[in-house]
């Protein structure tokens, strides 16, 4: 294990749930029906994907101009942004400051894999700016989850084999991108959601580096059994 590559909502700090309540928030005055259950397809997707689905959900995506999609990611982003601008140190979910102490001790290089655009701004907030190497900027992407890129250019940014590089995720399009870049993937969540994870935890405080190490040791000798 050479880097570690975090996702930011809802693996970081619970903003998943902010997502989900601005969404929500948008979705009630639209009179589109809008659920637990359908938000979680909405992790990891960008804005304007997310945007895009809610209105096809709904049955109005006719209905909407380009500009009048543009007004509506700005609303609910307004609504995000209320939410997030109370957030501190406080707001890091369990373990994960120890983690990120572990692994610089470890000497573990850290990227930020997010596909938001108020990534940074949560990072200051949490004051763990300073915790990364890098930062993937998501406007720089061609696509996004579940394809490879953001993992990839992340690793590139790193300089560091994808292979010995290990992504954390909370969506099934995440953990999707971190195992087609060929690495080794770990979700936070639950069996279903995250089955197709090389390790899953179902809370955050169970993530440490012995762990991640453990974990990912075993993982390549699984593979290097299967290619020999
Ligand atoms: C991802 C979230 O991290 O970022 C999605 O899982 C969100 O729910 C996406 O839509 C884009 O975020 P933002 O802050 O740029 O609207
Ligand atoms: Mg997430």
Redesign the pocket.
């Known amino acids: 294990m050479k880097a570690v590559i975090f996702?930011?909502?809802?693996v970081i700090t619970d903003t998943?749930e902010y997502?989900f309540l601005a969404w929500k928030r948008l979705a009630d005055q639209l009179n589109i029906s809008f659920d637990r259950d359908f938000n979680e397809r909405?992790?990891?997707?960008?804005?304007s994907e997310?945007l895009d689905m809610i209105l096809v959900h709904g049955h109005v995506s006719a209905q909407y101009s380009e500009d009048a999609k543009q007004d509506l990611m700005n609303e609910?982003?307004r609504y995000?942004q209320q939410l997030i601008q109370t957030l501190t140190p406080d707001n890091l979910l369990p373990g994960i400051r120890q983690l990120l102490s572990e692994l610089k001790h470890q000497q573990i290089k850290l990227a930020l894999a997010?596909?938001?655009?108020?990534?940074p701004t949560i990072l200051e907030c949490l004051k763990i700016m300073d915790d990364f190497h890098t930062i993937v900027d998501?406007e720089t992407l061609a696509n996004g989850k579940p394809d490879p890129e953001i993992f990839l250019t992340a690793a590139k940014q790193l300089s560091v084999s994808p292979t010995d590089c290990i992504g954390i995720e909370d969506?099934e399009a995440g953990i999707a991108s971190i195992k087609s870049a060929g690495m080794f993937a770990v979700g936070v969540g639950n069996k279903q959601s995250m089955a197709a994870a090389d390790l899953i935890v179902g809370e955050t405080s169970d993530l440490s580096f012995t762990l991640l190490d453990n974990g990912m040791k075993q993982w390549r000798e699984k593979r290097n059994k299967i290619e020999s």
């Open positions: 996702d930011l909502d809802g998943a997502h909405l992790k990891g997707i960008s804005r997310s609910k982003n995000y997010s596909a938001s655009r108020n990534a998501p969506a």
